[in-house]
């Protein structure tokens, strides 16, 4: 269980970062949503539409060079995390990341998915969904955008 809990803690620092990365925007600058992608906002709002009830998201730094905007909370205790991408590029080192770092800590129960240049990182990390029925019902959601 510790494994998956630091499991996580790594992912997190692997896709985002501390403010004080070297960095484009001014660390007080507000982060900008990326145009042509799911906001997260309307992915949060897409699930509390469907039932589910998305839990304590907040805006968090996403490391220099990496996603544009991410928002991390919980939804049905399974920690997820929602990035834009400004390019393809980025994307694709950003679900890169997180493979690898699911590889470094044994990660059992997760799920990366995209929808245009947003991704869905689910980790079920206190094994609150044995079944597996919220992140399905989170990626079919997820999935329409």
């Known amino acids: 269980m510790k494994r998956i809990q630091s499991g996580m803690a790594i992912l997190l620092l692997l896709v985002t970062g501390s403010s004080c990365g070297k ?5 007080t600058s507000p982060a ?3 145009q042509g992608t799911p906001h997260t906002d309307e992915v949060l709002t897409a699930w509390r539409n469907s039932g589910l009830a998305p839990e304590g998201f907040a805006r968090v730094e996403p490391a220099p060079n990496s996603a544009a905007y991410c928002e991390h909370g919980q939804i049905r ?3 997820t995390l929602v990035c834009e991408y400004a390019s393809e590029e ?3 080192t950003g679900i890169q990341q997180v493979k690898e ?3 470094r800590v044994d990660a059992h129960t997760g799920v990366v998915m995209r929808a245009k240049r947003t991704t ?3 980790v079920d990390r206190e094994r609150r969904e044995p079944s597996g029925k919220t992140i399905s019902q989170m990626a079919k959601v997820f999935g329409k955008l």
């Open 77 to 79: 205790g399974v920690d």
């Open 90 to 92: 980025s994307i694709t």
């Open 23 to 27: 960095n484009k925007g001014t660390p």
């Open 120 to 122: 869905m990182v689910v």
């Open 101 to 103: 770092g699911w590889a």
């Open 32 to 34: 900008a949503h990326v």
